[in-house]
């Protein structure tokens, strides 16, 4: 599937979705089949080529756990609400095992 077709899906039924690389053919996702989401959740799938560092201000702690599993980057997480500040800046090109500290509202 195509990160277009997924993305027209997601929006329908009130979801959020995130690429995670460059390409536009999904080659995985972070959420497993028959998990239970509520409108406005994200979904991140990962299209395989470069990763850059989004923006994760505002991210909760599952986006970030749906963001390492898919894009294979180590999070040192520290907090318990959402993304108040992230050790790379949004747009920092990401290598898989590369460790990144996000520091959530407590």
Do not use: R
């Not at 997924?6 to 053919?25: C, Q, R, Y």
């Not at 972070?30 to 201000?57: A, H, Q, R, W």
């Not at 959402?82 to 290598?95: D, F, H, I, Y």
Request: glycine letters at 10%; charged letters at 30%.
């Amino acid at each position: 599937m195509t990160v277009a077709q997924a993305s027209a899906k997601a929006k329908k039924i009130g979801l959020n979705l995130v690429k995670i690389g460059e390409k536009d053919k999904i080659t995985a996702q972070g959420i497993k089949s028959g998990e239970k989401l509520e409108s406005g959740d994200k979904i991140f799938v990962y299209t395989s080529g470069k990763i850059n560092c989004p923006d994760m201000k505002g991210w909760s702690f599952n986006d970030l756990h749906q963001f390492s599993d898919v894009s294979g980057v180590k999070l040192s997480i520290k907090g318990t609400e959402t993304v108040a500040s992230q050790s790379v800046a949004k747009g920092t090109e990401l290598k898989s095992g590369e460790k990144i500290k996000v520091n959530l509202k407590e």
